[in-house]
T-cell receptor
Framework: DTGVSQNPRHKITKRGQNVTFRCDPI?????LYWYRQTLGQGPEFLTY????????KSRLLSDRFSAERPKGSFSTLEIQRTEQGDSAMYLC????????????FGPGTRLTVT | DQQVKQNSPSLSVQEGRISILNCDYT??????FLWYKKYPAEGPTFLIS?????DKNEDGRFTVFLNKSAKHLSLHIVPSQPGDSAVYFC?????????FGQGTELSVKP
């Protein structure tokens, strides 16, 4: 399977704990995106990378969130000191380098903060 | 401030008939529009896209229409099939990132 993969698929954590998610994009894709989706809403942009460079972060993104793509391949999204409001589906997508190219999404990581 | 809006949360159509899903946007700088389909517990799946310099794009049973003056796009599915039942999201591209609408849940009844 050469699609976008995400791990873990589900994560349950207690409030205040740190969590880290991983995304492996389609291998020839330069761009990698993170989105968050809550119930009844569309995915909301968080941040994106072109190769290893983080090009944009949403203004809505708390300082508790950080993302890396160290070698321009896989990416990690870390949430520190989780809060109940962080409970959501975290989606990763990848695309080639032009803005007109469609983004291909992974299955997501469902985070539940108790 | 919702830049991309799908005002119909749900739509029900009969198998074989046309499904029309609508989307409105506010930012005239959007350069690309896309439709995605989503099943529960899966990520969105790309369906079809259209550049802002075109007004129609067709792919099999799916056609997307863009009306720039009205800042409106629509997705037509004809004929609709029960397997098309899913949540459909329209999205606009702004410098590469996508801005999504809230989604419309389509139910196609046999």
């Amino acid at each position: 399977d050469t699609g976008v993969s995400q791990n873990p698929r589900h994560k349950i954590t207690k409030r205040g704990q740190n969590v880290t998610f991983r995304c492996d994009p389609i291998s020839e894709h330069n761009r990698l995106y993170w989105y968050r989706q809550t119930l009844g809403q569309g995915p909301e942009f968080l941040t994106y990378f072109q190769n290893e460079a983080q090009l944009e972060k949403s203004r809505l993104l708390s300082d508790r969130f950080s993302a890396e793509r160290p070698k321009g391949s896989f990416s990690t999204l870390e949430i520190q000191r989780t809060e109940q409001g962080d409970s959501a589906m975290y989606l990763c997508a990848s695309s080639r380098w032009t803005s007109g190219d469609e983004q291909y999404f992974g299955p997501g990581t469902r985070l539940t903060v108790t | 401030d919702q830049q991309v809006k799908q005002n119909s949360p749900s739509l029900s159509v009969q198998e074989g008939r046309i499904s029309i899903l609508n989307c409105d946007y506010t930012n005239s700088m959007f350069d690309y529009f896309l439709w995605y389909k989503k099943y529960p517990a899966e990520g969105p799946t790309f369906l079809i896209s259209i550049s802002s310099i075109k007004d129609k794009n067709e792919d099999g049973r799916f056609t997307v229409f863009l009306n720039k003056s009205a800042k409106h796009l629509s997705l037509h599915i004809v004929p609709s099939q029960p397997g098309d039942s899913a949540v459909y999201f329209c999205a606009a591209s702004e410098g590469g990132k996508l801005i999504f609408g809230q989604g419309t849940e389509l139910s196609v009844k046999p």
